[in-house]
Structures are given as C-alpha cells and as structure tokens.
C-alpha cells in the first residue's frame, strides 16, 4: 500500500511540473497582452501587469485584416469538421458493421494514404484548384482538409462502432430500422464519444494547418490566420499587440478542449480497447 501511495503521489508530482512547464508560457503571453503597450516594452519585465488593460485587443480588432483572417479560419475549420466527421461517421459504420468485398484492402490503402508525405500532394492539388476555380476560396481549402483528415476519423468512428454490442443493432432491424436509420437514430447517438474526437481531433488540425494554406490561399483575403500571421508580423506591433494575437488564435481550441474533455478521454480509451 505504501509503495503504491508513494508511486501514486511521485506521478502526481510529474504531472504538475508538466503541466507548470507548459502553462507558464501560456500565462505569461496573456497576462502581456493584459499589459499597457508602454508596460509590455518594459525592461525587466513583470510577470502580472501593474494596470490591467484591453487596449492591446482593441489595437487587433479594430486594425491590420486580423478580422478576415480569423473569420476565414472559422469558416474554413467548422466546413472541414462537419463534413469531415459525417463523411467518417458512415464510412466507420460502414467498415465496422457492413461487410463487404474487398473490406480489408480498401481500409489498408486508407491507411497507406496516412504515410505519403503532405507535399507530394501540393503541387498536384494545386493545379486541380486553379483550373477548376477554387483557388483561393474558403471551399477550395475545406475540401483538401476533409480529405487529409478523413483517414484518421474513420479509424475513430470504426473503433468506436466496434465497441457497441452487435445486439444492439440486431434489435433495432428487427424493429423494422433499415440500414440507415439504425445508424442515424441507434448507432450514431450510442458512438457519440468517437464522434466528438472526431470533432476535436479535426479541429485541432484544420485550425492550426499551415501548408495546404500556404499553397492554395495566395490571395491575402483569402488566408486563414496560420498564414495571415506571417504578414501581420510585417506591422509595426509591439509585444503586447502580438501576444494577444497569440491568445485570439489558440482561444478556440483551447475552448474546444475543455468542453469536450471528458468525451475525448473516453473516445481514446474505446479506441485502444476495439481498435
């Protein structure tokens, strides 16, 4: 017992330093962006700001495209991670409970497609989107984000319908439920746990992608934020405007994380268990 307290107790510890070493960074670029700009430039610093001020967030809403960007940003990442966890919601299902011909294989090459690097894939998208028009538009940035991640969400959404009892299912078609509606009405609410991984995992990615950004969004007005902050860095900000850019920009996933914690511990853990 004792060995098992101390064991417990040691981990806890680790945890806690973890968890300092990756907060204070955090704590200190917003208690910054909290500072007068005057104050953010003072020499040595100080880790709270003497007077409390909004006047670093008014400076990036109010000037600069960061507006634009950050819109683009919203609407690029919730397009992708709609279609994306539908497009995986019917795909898992489809691979856990729908057998078929050339199952294995095809699920292999989904997989195969995880190790073919980004950049092979570029110059290929990028001549597709410029000769059918979506070059440079939300929908041409949404599109390649739903199919980089897709591979990914439908191991999710596979082992989260694996790990529901096959009665379940049975009961429902004998209830009269086609293949649809037990997947709409039964299997979908009862694999809510991957469903939400699915969203917070795609959310996570699509918002922060950089490179598939950087190639098919050359027009500024069509930049999400990843690549807008690489221009904004050109103004003339001083430290406190550029860290409440920094808060502004990692704000949502954070957000997306702590609301849906609890669900994505349980999708991770279905997922090692059925996997």
């Given at each position: 017992?004792?060995?098992?307290?101390?064991?417990?107790?040691?981990?806890q510890?680790?945890?806690?330093?973890?968890a300092?070493?990756?907060?204070?960074?955090?704590?200190?670029?917003?208690?910054?962006?909290?500072?007068?700009?005057?104050?953010?430039l003072?020499?040595?610093?100080?880790?709270?700001?003497?007077?409390?001020?909004?006047?670093?967030?008014?400076?990036?809403?109010?000037?600069?495209?960061?507006?634009?960007?950050?819109?683009?940003s919203?609407?690029?990442?919730?397009?992708?991670v709609?279609?994306?966890?539908?497009?995986?919601?019917m795909?898992?299902?489809?691979?856990?409970?729908?057998?078929?011909?050339?199952?294995g294989?095809?699920?292999?090459?989904?997989l195969?497609?995880?190790?073919?690097?980004?950049?092979?894939?570029?110059?290929?998208?990028?001549?597709?989107?410029?000769n059918?028009?979506?070059?440079?538009?939300?929908?041409?940035?949404?599109?390649?984000?739903?199919a980089?991640?897709?591979?990914l969400?439908?191991?999710?959404?596979?082992?989260?319908?694996?790990?529901?009892?096959?009665?379940?299912?049975?009961?429902?078609?004998?209830?009269?439920?086609?293949?649809?509606?037990?997947?709409?009405?039964v299997?979908?609410p009862?694999?809510?746990n991957?469903?939400?991984?699915?969203?917070?995992?795609?959310?996570?990615?699509?918002?922060?992608?950089?490179?598939?950004?950087?190639?098919?969004?050359i027009?500024?007005?069509a930049?999400?934020l990843?690549?807008?902050?690489?221009?904004?860095?050109g103004?003339?900000?001083?430290?406190?405007?550029?860290?409440?850019?920094?808060?502004?920009?990692?704000?949502?996933?954070?957000?997306?994380?702590?609301?849906?914690?609890?669900?994505?511990?349980?999708?991770?853990a279905?997922?090692?268990?059925?996997?």
């Amino acid at each position: 017992m004792r060995g098992t307290r101390a064991s417990r107790v040691t981990t806890q510890l680790v945890l806690l330093l973890l968890a300092i070493v990756f907060l204070v960074p955090l704590a200190y670029i917003f208690f910054s962006s909290l500072k007068s700009p005057e104050e953010a430039l003072q020499i040595p610093q100080t880790f709270l700001p003497r007077q409390w001020s909004l006047e670093n967030y008014a400076n990036v809403l109010n000037g600069g495209q960061f507006g634009a960007y950050f819109w683009n940003s919203i609407v690029i990442t919730v397009g992708g991670v709609l279609l994306t966890t539908a497009a995986a919601a019917m795909a898992g299902y489809g691979f856990a409970r729908l057998p078929f011909r050339g199952q294995g294989l095809l699920l292999t090459l989904i997989l195969l497609t995880m190790t073919i690097p980004l950049v092979i894939f570029l110059v290929p998208m990028f001549l597709m989107e410029d000769n059918t028009g979506l070059l440079n538009t939300q929908l041409g940035l949404i599109l390649p984000n739903v199919a980089l991640h897709l591979p990914l969400t439908i191991l999710i959404m596979r082992a989260a319908f694996l790990a529901i009892p096959k009665e379940i299912e049975e009961s429902a078609t004998m209830d009269g439920a086609g293949i649809f509606r037990t997947w709409l009405t039964v299997m979908l609410p009862m694999a809510r746990n991957g469903v939400v991984l699915c969203l917070v995992v795609t959310t996570y990615q699509t918002w922060g992608e950089y490179t598939l950004a950087k190639t098919l969004a050359i027009d500024p007005p069509a930049m999400p934020l990843t690549v807008g902050l690489t221009l904004l860095k050109g103004e003339v900000w001083d430290f406190g405007t550029l860290s409440a850019v920094i808060v502004l920009a990692i704000l949502p996933p954070i957000i997306a994380f702590i609301i849906f914690q609890k669900h994505i511990v349980a999708g991770v853990a279905q997922g090692a268990i059925k996997g």
